[in-house]
């Protein structure tokens, strides 16, 4: 079974909405900035999409683990 990049691109956004907003909640207990936290979840959001995105398509590639 072979996944479609689109189905890749929308777990990305998935799964980086969740973490992003882990990543705000964290900042702002340790800081106690609200700025700082929103700040930080917008860089890390768009970074980490891309390397999430570009992490599923190269274990597309990848055979080990998988059954026929």
């Known amino acids: 079974m072979k996944e479609r990049k ?14 992003t907003i882990t990543t ?8 106690g900035e609200l700025a700082l936290a ?8 768009i970074v980490k999409m891309i390397v999430y995105y570009v ?5 597309i590639k990848v055979r080990w683990g998988l059954k026929k």
């Open 55 to 59: 992490h599923e398509r190269v274990w």
């Open 38 to 45: 929103l700040s930080l979840g917008i860089v890390e959001v």
């Open 6 to 19: 689109r189905r890749s691109i929308f777990k990305s956004i998935t799964w980086r909405i969740c973490a």
């Open 24 to 31: 705000v909640i964290l900042v702002y207990i340790f800081t």
